[in-house]
């Protein structure tokens, strides 16, 4: 089950999401059949993804395994990078390259073939525009194989040698995650609290004092935090209200 | 929203045994939101946390999320699916 993030709630509701989808590939038609170049090399690069994506499924439905020499993904994983192999220095920050590398390197986490992937991460200069994404990728494999090592000395590297604020500031918050998945609540407060100090006002330093908050005072068998509200129906409740009985809170909504 | 048949029948089981429900909605707008609970007969409480400081407050990340609260007040389970909510409510109950 792939849960919704807040970005993409917030930003948009499932309806929103599958109508933007159809608008975006009118769009590219449209752009395509105009405008040359760099959207036609975008629908270039859907395409592959979107022939991996079936192939995938297919090769799932009849009982393969990940990872096998057999995997699509890998087949698929070949071609994306070396469209990316392609134009990695004339376009290396193009939206069709960067999607070509990210979608190159979920292929291999989807197949599990971890140092591959570990090596070809390796390849992306510090400031590769794909990074932003290549970081859910990385997590992902980590949180998977169960080895954070890593991702988190590749943050640690990047954050030193990136230029973009953005991928500093992500390699940082990476970091303060990778170490607070490992239970390492020390190390993850002080990178997240670095995340603060030097990138404040940003979604990462957000995001970073909500989970410093969530490792002081949201741990198993804390008080959970008061709160009154008033109902839809009108009624007035609170959390302290409801003592002496179990609660179940369910944060949800109906996109 | 296919985990909403089971919430209800998880509420009406537990009902009578002290337990409360409370959906607290990420919803932009009010009127979506008014019409699921009323269409889907959703019988607990609803918040609309339309200012997400509720969201801030638990440090939420996405929907749905469960939180399980025990009698004292305590956290007893965060993030916790929903297929494992039954069994840790009727933990809970059993303490």
């Keep these: 089950m792939r849960r919704r993030t807040l970005e993409g709630l917030f930003g948009s509701p499932g309806k929103g999401r599958r109508l933007g989808l159809a608008l975006l590939l009118i769009t590219l038609t449209v752009n395509a059949q105009n405008t040359p170049a760099p959207d036609k090399e975008m629908a270039r690069v859907q395409v592959m993804i979107s022939h991996a994506k079936k192939d995938a499924e297919q090769f799932l439905k009849s009982g393969g395994k990940p990872g096998d020499a057999k995997d699509p993904n890998l087949k698929w994983f070949k071609a994306l990078w070396k469209y990316r192999e392609k134009y990695r220095e004339k376009q290396a920050s193009s939206p069709a390259t960067v999607a070509a590398t990210v979608e190159a390197l979920r292929l291999l986490n989807r197949a599990e073939r971890y140092s591959e992937l570990r090596a070809k991460a390796d390849t992306l200069k510090p400031d590769d525009a794909a990074w932003k994404q290549v970081f859910y990728v990385l997590m992902s494999a980590a949180s998977k194989s169960k080895d954070y090592s890593y991702l988190i000395s590749k943050a640690e590297a990047l954050a030193q040698a990136a230029v973009d604020p953005e991928i500093k500031a992500q390699a940082r918050f990476n970091i303060g995650d990778a170490y607070w998945r490992t239970k390492d609540n020390d190390r993850a407060r002080q990178a997240f609290q670095a995340v603060i100090t030097e990138y404040p006002g940003t979604q990462y330093a957000e995001e970073a004092e909500g989970n410093l908050r969530e490792i002081e005072f949201l741990n198993l068998g804390q008080p959970a935090p008061e709160f009154a509200r008033t109902t839809l129906a009108g009624d007035s409740i609170s959390l302290d209200g409801f003592k002496g009985k179990v609660v179940v809170l369910k944060f949800w909504g109906t996109y | ?95």
């Design chain 2, 1 to 95: 929203m296919a985990e909403v048949p089971l919430l209800k029948e998880l509420y009406a089981q537990h009902l009578d045994q002290g337990v409360v429900v409370v959906g607290i909605s990420l919803d932009e707008e009010l009127k979506p939101l008014q019409e699921m609970v009323t269409s889907k007969g959703m019988s607990w409480p609803q918040i609309h946390d339309a200012d997400k400081s509720l969201v801030k407050l638990f440090n939420v990340k996405g929907t749905p999320t469960y939180f399980l609260i025990d009698r004292e007040g305590k956290i007893a389970a965060k993030d916790i699916p929903m297929k494992r909510l039954g069994t840790a409510i009727d933990d809970l109950l059993r303490k």
